[in-house]
């Protein structure tokens, strides 16, 4: 057999869309679900560092237990 040209520079799934068309939409659908994965998990570890980030601004960890509430509303303008 020929070398494809197309094939070696772009890799075996190049033709394939044609030949085996469910095959190629089962994985782009895998692709699209794995990068919506991983942005879901890049998301929650963003959310993660900005809790972070608001505890110890606050000096309390979230959520706040009942002690802590007391502090946080003592902080609050025109309380006390």
Known sequence: MAPDPIRDAFGPTVGTALSDPLGEVGRRTRDLVY???????????????????????????LPPKPDDLGRLFGRLPGSR
């Open 35 to 61: 990068v919506g994965v991983g942005f879901g998990v890049l998301g929650f570890q963003r959310l993660q560092v900005r809790r972070r980030e608001l505890e110890s601004s606050l000096g309390v960890a």
